[in-house]
């Protein structure tokens, strides 16, 4: 099978590293350029990347010569980890140059015709892409912390409704990017703010679990009251989650874990490269999931669940967790690539 | 002024250490007695005790031999610092015999005649001691988590009345006392589940802020949803807290910071030895109230609330702050103690 | 391939875990029987193990129900993660029944029959089995620590001699087993003492490098001065080491690292199914190798050296380091059955 | 009592913080002048300092507003806790203008006519600051991991005799000022390398334990082998130690704790502000020192020695701790200031 020639934009930060991580040896993809920053202009990759993961920098690309996001790119695909700070207008360039930027940026998240896909979730909504005003397209992936809530809250809001969400995050270092958090801020200590967090679960869930009517998206209703903590953790956001249903037949906590359970989606289905084959696993110990532990099973895709039982306000409660730099971003882009293409809106 | 004797049981313990700590240049009392597990019979307490604080063993207890539980005591207040797996008969022995049991432990804290008390919330509380079977008397202060949220729905109760609690804790380790919580378990991880927590904070809490009726004590009847977790921090436990009030006129966030602010009670206007000048500090900036930094502060006797803000759900939401082995512990027993007999229920 | 059955005892334990994980799928060995304490028995492994590695217990293990050391084994073959408070009676007991026995522990290491085994370093010490009582046999690997300086050593004495070493350790949670470590003790610290660790690197080293004479086994002469240290790292000893060389011709830094990299033994040779492809792997990154970062590459059987430069004092300083609990503990026992099979002293 | 007036150069630092803190109710100084960044000019203290100790900003100066380096300063006695990025000519000028600077900064350490001191162990080296050509003077205290050992040293010299020094360090990350350390580099990490650390200790270490004769300082010929590493611990610096004596008749482990525990020096004899009772502290029990339990008593003035015993190639080998911000850092330059008025050099 011919792969399709990709770049990745950002290739040297957290989430970048993770992109070149995850598509070393891609069944679908193939790494032809990398695009940072202007100081490793020129530089190979191993010595522009100060590279973070525990494992080696994949060899077929660590001389790969590193580009500035001024140079044309001839990969049509382009998975974007660039800092927010930049994003913006970079991912509108080349999206009006005619490339598929598969972004895990939040600038575009929230633009009514940029769709912010999960696709086991709302793989309709990227019909959005017709609308845009691009040569190619724009496609993102909601933050890390929305995506686990939002891949729980999709089966039960299909088979109770959602009336309202509370949650509360601690969520891993890595999510900050690098240096990001000090030392001294974090070690031994929380940190009960994450700045736009919880503005960005409030609203992209509400995006991403609203449905496609004529006139665009429509997000859905049900209010969510978020909470983000900062935690000495390395990988692994962990959420604690109360339900309230908006089904007036209360379901019993077996039939929740069926729900969770047995949810696929379009990724299942098609079996694409990248895809759990099971998007929510729940675990019964009565203390899992825990980030250290339940994060890197399953390549880092899966979204745990546990805790599950009654609430004494809401109807359920629930732990949340999962890989904040793979499902919740870098493996979040990767798989709505995949998606993307399965149902052929590729090549644009 | 002739300080009271007092003994120490389960003094080798975390909580333990931090009685002996707290009780050393103490104005009205003065420790003469130790009690320890039978393994520590006879040692000196610096050679019974594996000393955890970062300061020395108060040269003054040093080197006071350890009795056993066996043992009778000549003091007649006795601080309680045992562990809950031992602690409910012992208590109830001394009590019999006529001491004063200022308890730590969970075991009596539900008991209908036994008072649950935070001095500045529930003082006329104390009265229940009338009602108890004991020659002496068995007081107790609540789970640590309970103690922050307690004090802080306080003044809200009654300014606003109080609707329902969404709380989420995470916990340091020093809660879970000595060994407790192994390494291997909380290094770069969350425990998302203390054994017992959650029905503690539901219930303690509406036993702190229930009335005393002519049957007794009524316990207060607004629904709490607690969820607790175990994060890699020494000292202090984190709770975000969503509040819902009962007021139709929902106060802004500004009366809602007066009402916490001016907060007194009995400890504040008696002047106790262990008050903390003002029982609820509110901290502006928006990342505070952080364990490291801000739970050592007043001797560990404050309670912090910071990021109070309004919610999309209830009324408000905020995180609260306090330090779990002092003003969630042994300060609070102390403090217990002081407004025991502040109120001339001592001698009984 | 017929695959050799194979039993694990302290199957439960946090070697145990290892050697689960590594035997499962092992080209050359089967699991057929597991030994955990008394309390465990009859249960089936999931139930009885408090499993702490980041993927989950192996499907074909999970269910398989767990004896005690009591029990009589059918397993040629048995790998002991048992601790030392017991290991050694027992594992004395089975080899004179007539097993193999591969032993993590410590007891037995320094018995003068009983090969304390590096494969890539002193694999003719293997020929110690033929002194021993056993109708089997007792074969050890080292303490974690010793294994990564002794296998740096190794290759340096050949060429240059070994006049003195020091070395000072920092050393991972996981080496303490499970509950191991008390967080309240190693959180935002370091513990400069771990029970016999100095003495077992003083001696065990002067063994493993020992030469094997008419009379038996003869240790290394160098002296070794070691100070080890407990440091807040979940897997991963680092060591920092000074070596003073016997040669007079003090070879320059170059060449140190040609001799390191350079080093193949047995395992490689052999191509042995848990070889690393190259035993010592030397970085050159300033401030590598580091456990986080480096431990886990490779299978976590190579040991990294960084760092390496001129002492003022004795001739070279370098940082060492390696994965304590593979390499260190349960990896080396696999590794050193593949070689005992591989130069034909099994079946015994 | 009259008190001096000071300013504190960096006052916004992580050093700068602890010099605002230690000259809070100082007896002899009062802050006059605090000196920041040009971002930081005008601002108020508390809003241009990001405060990271755990106890608040003194009253008396959380509203100074802030200077920059440009300004011209009216105390005659400046704390200079300056990044070693800008140290060096800012120190220089405001010496030239006739103050003198007490730096804890490293540029000028090693300059021939500038004393490094310790007041303890060099109090003479005071006299180097008449070679000065400055119409002030500059005074410097030593790296903090210098600190630590040179203390140490200083008696065992006196009595012993050097010949030669092992060391590796388990420094903190508050060692590296704020932001400093990214969490991602040392959450469940060591870092084998902290730049220039080892060339300060090998340097520093015989510039203070030198001697003055006629052409200025002769240093220690004696070599030090280090080997610095950073650790997630939040204050403190750990060392191992390897101390080789020159005289031919060997002391004992008992006599070495006496020489120790008996060092006196001039801030103990003059009972300045700032010295501890006793310079060196030696506990018994075999896991102490540790930072998180020791480097906080005594106010971070003391330093620690632990598990001194016989090395099997030096003489003896030892832990030694001390609180790096405190007595490696700000609590040095402190004292240094009270003992060089005491020595009546001031006014210069």
Redesign the interface.
Known sequence: MNRIPVAVLGATG?VGQQFVSLLDNHRQFRIVELVASPRNEGKRYKEACNW?????VPDSIADMVVKTSDDPLSAPILFSGLDNSVAGPIEERYAHQGHVVISNASNHRMDPDVPLIIPEVNPDHFSLVRRQPYRGAIITNSNCSTMFLSMVLAPLKAAFGIK?I?V?T?QA??GAG????????????????IAGEEEKM?QETQKILGSIGASGLEPARF???A?C?R????DGH?E?V?VDFETPDKPDIDRVREVLTEFRGLPQEKRLYSAPRQPIIVLDQ????????????DNGMVTFV??LRR????DI?M?VLGHNTIRGAAGASVLNAEAFIALDYFPV
Chains 1, 2, 3, 4 share one sequence.
């Not at 973070?52 to 080696?56: A, G, P």
């Not at 935690?231 to 390395?234: A, S, T, W």
């Not at 609430?311 to 809401?314: K, L, Q, S, V």
């Open positions: 957290t973070k993961l525990n494992h080696s309202s509370h509360t601690m270092i890595s690098y240096p990001g958090v000090p030392a001294m801020d974090i070690l031994s200590n929380v940190i009960p703010y409030e209010p969510v009251s909470q903590n935690v000495p953790v390395y962990t604690t109360v009565n203390d899992r999931p825990q980030p250290r532990r339940d994060v890197y099973r546990g805790r609430d004494p306000i809401g409660k732990v």
